[in-house]
């Protein structure tokens, strides 16, 4: 059995104005051949996940073409076509294999295609032929649409949020292609849901979310349902094919169809508990000046978070504190390339006069203007401590560590990676554990670390692209009804389809 393994991952955010490019993915990694297997050889991620299953079945994975990126903007089309003509190209030029397993994010939207992932699946599908299976590890954050139920086999999405498992996943995902590869006896069954709620507002730890996923596992005791994945599509994406989704695999279409139809209607039924209250930054400002406890507050800016596609530019925490002139010991980060340029020119130990901010997202983030002590320079590079991806490498350009007032250490770096990890502090000089306030550009891959650094955790209305609100956005080509624009009172859900039925 030889299996071909590439991968393609991006989050995009609509409403981040820049545009992801074929650099942001030269900065996530372009890997063809064996370079590609090699490097993520010592990692626990999705393709590690399917390497694992292919070699514990006996088969031979046979190493195609890799592109990931950070989260951003929407993608130059030309990016996707280069993945596909590299991909395709090794697909064509290879002489027998059995299928092909991807790890996709799934929420991709490219200047030509509203769904870039589904336009992939359907590529490779005209390429590789009826016969052989398409199988795909997903995010929890995919929008699952109709063209990849019309290609894909079998998907698989994360089923922890913030996300743990993506080595688990890709496993899944690559033992039930293999099972498909030997049987072709697996049914999978797709209800879309037409909803969005604040990626903010839920986590696998906690209801509802927590108790949809033991609603789902439920189903797995039942021999005929293998495999499920609850899809809350990521809320910053404008397109139309948007979609939340329920994926069910079985070995009986009837009962994954139905038990797809049941996990469907119960995340419909819990649309108005993924609620969220949010702290305005001067709340989270008192009450870190008046903290008793050795501990900092977690002032989370998740509206600026560049895992969530935001620019991650907003300098709207320390403007507030420098306006209202208290002393308060913060630790914050932005993404601010010229600054960061201007302290290595400066160097250690000189003041600056320096703009901060508003370099990426010119709509939501506003510049300041500061005098800053350069700190301490670095190269940006950095190993996350986790549990959330524990061991992953970042880079985020050349950074600066600058310090305003005595009081408010900045970590300024060229693309912002790792954020809910302490490490982007810790490793910088910067222990959050000695400041008052602590910012977060994260939305909830933060939680497991900071849950044990913080005081408390607060969720703070700034602003950014990856904000919480969604009636902040101009959402023009969503299909209709869709939640939370409509209230779905009277919306019944369609009937589960089966995958590749058509
Ligand atoms: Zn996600």
Request: glycine share 6%.
């Amino acid at each position: 059995m030889r299996i071909i393994v590439c991968e393609f991952r991006q989050e995009t955010n609509s409403f981040n104005p820049s545009l992801s490019t074929m650099e942001s993915f030269e900065r996530g990694g372009i890997y063809k051949g064996e370079e590609f297997f090699e490097s993520i050889k010592d990692q626990r991620c999705a393709v590690t996940g399917m390497l694992t299953a292919i070699q514990n079945e006996g088969g031979e994975a046979i190493p195609c073409y890799s592109m990931a990126s950070q989260s951003g903007g929407i993608v130059e089309n030309s990016v996707v076509e280069a993945f596909l003509d590299n991909c395709l190209s090794i697909i064509r030029a290879t002489e027998s294999f059995d299928g092909v397993f991807v790890s996709l994010h799934g929420a991709t939207q490219s200047t030509l295609h509203d769904d870039v992932c589904g336009y992939i699946l359907s590529r490779m599908r005209s390429e590789i032929g009826n016969h052989r299976i398409l199988a795909a590890s997903l995010d929890m954050h995919a929008n699952i649409t109709p063209a990849f139920i019309n290609s894909a086999d079998i998907l698989c999405g994360y089923h922890t949020y913030p996300h743990e498992d993506y080595y688990e996943t890709g496993y899944r995902a690559a033992k039930l292609g293999i099972c498909q590869i030997r049987s072709k006896n697996l049914c999978m069954a797709y209800v879309p849901i037409p909803l969005i709620v604040p990626a903010n507002s839920y986590s696998t730890h906690t209801s509802p979310l927590s108790d949809l996923m033991a609603f789902g596992k439920a189903f797995i005791s039942n021999c005929d349902i293998c495999d499920f994945s609850i899809f809350i599509m990521q809320p910053w994406l404008n397109v139309s094919t948007a979609a939340s989704s329920i994926i069910v695999i079985g070995r009986d279409a009837q009962t994954a169809r139905a038990a797809a139809h049941e996990i469907a209607q119960q995340l419909l039924n819990a649309r108005d508990q993924f609620q969220l209250n949010l702290y305005t930054i001067d709340e989270v400002i008192d009450l870190a000046l008046h903290n008793q406890e050795d501990k900092p507050i977690i002032l989370v800016d998740s509206a600026d978070s560049t895992n969530a596609g935001a620019a991650g530019d907003s300098m709207a925490v320390v403007k507030r504190i420098l306006e209202r002139g208290i002393d308060l010991k913060t630790a914050f980060v932005v993404d601010d390339a010229p600054a960061s340029a201007a302290a290595h020119k400066a160097g250690v130990g000189s003041t600056i006069t320096v703009s901060l901010g508003g370099t990426k997202d010119r709509v939501r983030s506003e510049p300041i203007l500061v005098s800053a002590y350069v700190k301490s320079l670095h190269d940006g590079v950095f190993i996350q401590e986790g549990p959330s991806g524990r061991g992953l490498i970042n880079n985020i350009g050349m950074t600066a560590v600058l310090r305003i007032n005595d009081m408010i250490d900045i970590v300024v770096c060229h693309n912002m990676a790792g954020n809910g990890d302490p490490q982007l502090y810790r490793a910088f000089g910067v222990e959050p554990l000695f400041y008052k306030l602590v910012t977060v550009k994260a939305c909830t891959s933060f939680r497991t670390a900071y849950h044990a650094i913080g005081s408390a955790i607060c969720m703070t209305d700034t602003p950014g692209a990856a904000c919480s609100d969604m009636f902040a956005f101009n959402f023009d080509k969503l299909p209709k009804p869709f939640y939370p624009f409509s209230k779905l009172e009277d919306f019944r859900l369609p009937e589960a389809v089966c995958a590749r039925e058509a």
